[in-house]
């Protein structure tokens, strides 16, 4: 007898569960074949911020890298995404006087306003110009929306502030903002600027509601670069960091009112809640990797502790596999090159 027995067992027999995962990680052409999911420079949103009355960029002290631009710094910074094949810019503006009302947000000669036609010129439809529909930029106590002060507590008027809201709405969407960014966690804000612009004739503008936004210690940054004077918290708003599901009814209610787009913030710490609205909603879901994580992680960086030329891209790459079609992130602009 010659030849092989293949009853002889001289390759051994298969044994039940020998699996090997690694076999698909064994070459850079196997694992850049296999990998799930994918980061490109168009899934990233640049927050840019522009402060009034400044001469020159100015940077912001706890986020190494970013400056408030001035009027005149903001298209090269808007054209410098669009080089990079950014999405999107998000803008957030500084005004030099804050009043009760947040005055200057509906004003149409407003930094804010005056910025996004700046921004529109400069993109030039390279990228979509985006604004952030908040009030705590333009409040002198810094709240997202107006006071009810009749009360022993001043506190936050949910229905007195989605008017304000509604005449943002008409401002920004006058000012060439095609999405606005509805992030003041009022009930009812996607529905009221919705019906606001519809009557006024911008049926084409994007509503991104911020359906789950936390009232979050991450922001921490984001009020020194925006000079905010709140004094306080925004708990009576902002949802609680213990609650998961809650996040679902504010998804919910924000597709029921017509938003075009749900964001989850912050990204990091809030991936389940991420995950589970990208599961539930047929919408895009964006996250927003909020200034303290950016600060966080460029710190270590900058003692020596951390690779941020690795870990920055292994983060955004986590919050896209927790489902986010897009992410607003201050490294947008540096990082969307290495992504095509
Ligand atoms: C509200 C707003 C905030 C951020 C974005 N929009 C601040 C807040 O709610 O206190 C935070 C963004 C960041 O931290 O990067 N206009």
């Known amino acids: 007898m010659t030849g092989v027995d293949p009853d002889a067992g001289q390759f051994g027999l298969p044994r039940p569960g020998d699996r090997r995962p690694r076999r698909l990680r064994s070459t850079p052409a196997l694992r850049r074949l296999v990998a799930e999911t994918t980061l490109q420079a168009r899934q990233l949103i640049q927050p840019l911020f522009v402060a009034e009355g400044l001469a020159h960029p100015k940077p912001v002290a ?133 019906t606001a612009l519809d009557q006024a004739g911008y049926q084409d503008v994007v509503l991104l509601a911020y359906a789950a936004k936390y009232a979050s210690a991450w922001y921490g940054p984001f009020r020194d670069a925006v000079g905010s004077e709140l004094d306080g918290d925004r708990r009576t708003y902002q949802q609680d960091p213990a609650n998961r599901r809650e996040a679902r009814v504010e998804a919910g209610l924000d597709e029921a009112e017509g938003a075009d787009v749900l964001m989850v913030k912050p990204a990091m710490g809030y991936l389940d809640v991420l995950a589970d609205i990208a599961d539930t909603s047929d919408l895009p879901v964006w996250a927003y990797q909020v200034s303290g994580e950016y600060a966080a992680i460029e710190a270590t960086a900058a003692a020596g502790w951390l690779d941020r030329d690795q870990l920055v891209p292994e983060t955004l790459l986590g919050i896209r596999r927790a489902g986010a079609a897009a992410i607003l992130t201050y490294w947008a602009t540096e990082f969307a090159p290495r992504f095509g």
Do not use: W
Request: aromatic letters at 2%; charged letters at 15%.
């Open 62 to 194: 706890s986020m190494p890298g970013v400056v408030q631009h001035s009027l005149a710094s903001l298209p090269e910074a808007v054209n410098a995404a669009a080089d990079a094949g950014v999405g999107g810019v998000m803008l957030f503006a500084v005004p030099t006087t804050k009043d009760g009302q947040g005055t200057a947000a509906t004003d149409p000669g407003g930094i804010l306003n005056v910025a996004l036609r700046h921004a529109n010129a400069a993109a030039a439809g390279r990228l979509v110009v985006m604004s952030d529909l908040c009030l705590d930029e333009f409040t002198d106590h810094g709240h997202c929306g107006v006071l009810r002060t009749d009360q022993a507590e001043p506190k936050v008027d949910n229905d007195a502030t989605l008017l304000r809201y509604q005449a943002m709405a008409l401002a920004q969407a006058a000012a060439g903002s095609q999405v606005l960014g509805l992030s003041g966690m009022m009930d009812g804000q996607v529905l009221a600027t919705r």
